[in-house]
């Protein structure tokens, strides 16, 4: 009997599982179909769920706040105005948002004359060390705010998707277009080049 019960929760782990799949599948869908239909209330629901996780993106990569306020209206304009085409077997809504919202950074900056550059890996030294995957303590935390600060924006970018916003490779791929094994080869050197920065503020 207890060899029974032991198949049965076997069997019913993985039905729940795909059951609260289809569940959220089938929202999703319908709030895509509001949002379609220009549903004030989801159009509402669309900007307090993933507003802040853009204008975080966004004023990361500008720097200043005016602009990002305004990159920001642009971002949920085209959003809204092109909600038909979001595909979600390509990516979740916050990864579709965060890559319109990355390449209309970019055009900004392109516009500004302050293009994104990305850092060449052969001026990081082979013998560095490593940064600790998750802050230890506040000191460290503003250590490090203070060195991505000194990073290029394109670096504080990748970074800021990875660590603050808890993206894969994979989705973070997606939204500069690019591949995850590029994405994952470009953070590690940028934690490398990161320890340089705070190895020298320590000095």
Same mark, same amino acid.
């Given at each position: 009997?207890?060899?029974?019960?032991? *198949?049965?929760?076997?069997?019913?782990?993985? *039905?729940?599982?795909? *059951?609260?799949? $289809?569940?959220?599948?089938?929202?999703?869908?319908?709030?895509?179909?509001?949002?379609?239909?220009?549903?004030? /209330? /989801?159009?509402?629901?669309?900007?307090?769920?993933?507003?802040?996780?853009?204008?975080?993106?966004?004023?990361?990569?500008?720097?200043?706040?005016? +602009? /990002?306020?305004?990159?920001?209206? +642009?971002?949920?304009?085209? =959003?809204? %105005?092109?909600?038909?085409?979001?595909?979600?077997?390509?990516?979740?809504?916050?990864?579709?948002? &965060?890559?319109? !919202?990355? $390449?209309? !950074?970019?055009?900004?900056?392109?516009? &500004?004359?302050?293009?994104?550059?990305?850092? +060449?890996?052969?001026?990081? &030294?082979? %013998?560095?060390?490593?940064?600790?995957? %998750?802050?230890?303590?506040?000191?460290?935390?503003?250590?490090?705010?203070?060195?991505? =600060?000194?990073?290029?924006?394109?670096?504080?970018?990748?970074?800021?998707?990875?660590?603050?916003?808890?993206?894969?490779?994979?989705?973070? !791929?997606?939204?500069?277009?690019?591949?995850?094994?590029?994405?994952?080869?470009?953070? &590690?050197?940028?934690?490398?080049?990161?320890?340089?920065?705070?190895?020298? %503020?320590?000095?």
């Amino acid at each position: 009997m207890l060899k029974n019960l032991n *198949v049965c929760n076997n069997c019913r782990f993985p *039905v729940y599982i795909q *059951v609260e799949a $289809h569940k959220m599948e089938t929202e999703t869908n319908e709030f895509i179909k509001e949002l379609c239909r220009k549903n004030p /209330a /989801a159009q509402h629901r669309l900007l307090a769920t993933y507003g802040p996780m853009v204008f975080r993106l966004v004023i990361r990569m500008v720097g200043q706040r005016e +602009d /990002a306020e305004e990159i920001y209206q +642009d971002v949920f304009v085209k =959003a809204l %105005t092109k909600i038909d085409t979001f595909n979600p077997e390509k990516a979740e809504i916050a990864t579709w948002l &965060s890559r319109i !919202a990355y $390449h209309e !950074a970019v055009n900004h900056l392109r516009r &500004s004359h302050n293009d994104l550059v990305y850092m +060449d890996g052969n001026e990081l &030294s082979a %013998t560095c060390g490593e940064i600790p995957d %998750t802050p230890r303590d506040e000191q460290t935390v503003q250590l490090l705010e203070k060195a991505m =600060a000194l990073l290029p924006q394109a670096d504080q970018t990748l970074l800021s998707l990875f660590y603050y916003e808890n993206m894969s490779l994979r989705d973070i !791929a997606y939204i500069i277009g690019s591949i995850p094994s590029t994405v994952g080869s470009r953070l &590690s050197r940028i934690r490398h080049k990161l320890y340089q920065i705070i190895k020298q %503020t320590k000095t």
